[in-house]
C-alpha cells in the first residue's frame, strides 16, 4: 500500500517505481493462491483500517506489531474511499480466480490504490 501511495516519489536516489515493479514481480511469481490469500488480507486490513477511523477500537485485531506502522496507515483508508478499495481489491480477487496475468493485474490494482488512497476524507 505505501508503494502505491506514491509510486513515483524518489526515495535514496532512486524512484519507489522501482521498488512497485520489484514487488509485482515478486508477487506475480508466488502463485494464485498466495495472490487471493494476499488480497483477501488486504481487503481485511482496510476493513481495521475503517474501524480504527469510525468504529469500536475494541474491534480492531490489528496493530503495529500485526502489520508495521498500521497505525499510521489507518489515516488513509475513510468513508470517502473504502467503497472503491473494496471494489478494486474483490475485482482483483475475482480476476486472480479468473486466470487473469498476474503483472498486469498487480500493475492496474497499484495505479487504481493510487488514486484511491489520495483521496481526501469527504
Known amino acids: 500500500m505505501r508503494l502505491c501511495y506514491s509510486p513515483f516519489h524518489e526515495k535514496d536516489g532512486r524512484f519507489a517505481w522501482t521498488d512497485l515493479n520489484n ?7 508466488s502463485g494464485r493462491e498466495y495472490q487471493k490469500l494476499f488480497l483477501s488480507f488486504c481487503l481485511e486490513a482496510s476493513r481495521e ?17 500485526v502489520i508495521p506502522n498500521f497505525s499510521r496507515f489507518t489515516r488513509f483508508i475513510h468513508s ?4 472503491g478499495i473494496n471494489d478494486v ?19 492496474d490494482l497499484s495505479f487504481k490504490m493510487n ?3 489520495n483521496v481526501n476524507k469527504g
Open 80 to 83: 470517502g474511499n473504502i467503497s
Open 49 to 65: 483500517c475503517l474501524l480504527v477511523n469510525n468504529g469500536d477500537p475494541e474491534m480492531v485485531r490489528f496493530d503495529d506489531e
Open 23 to 29: 514487488w509485482i514481480e515478486q508477487i506475480a511469481k
Open 115 to 117: 488514486r484511491l488512497l
Open 89 to 107: 481489491l474483490n475485482k482483483a480477487h475475482y480476476a486472480v480466480e479468473r486466470n487473469a496475468n498476474a503483472k498486469i493485474l498487480l500493475l
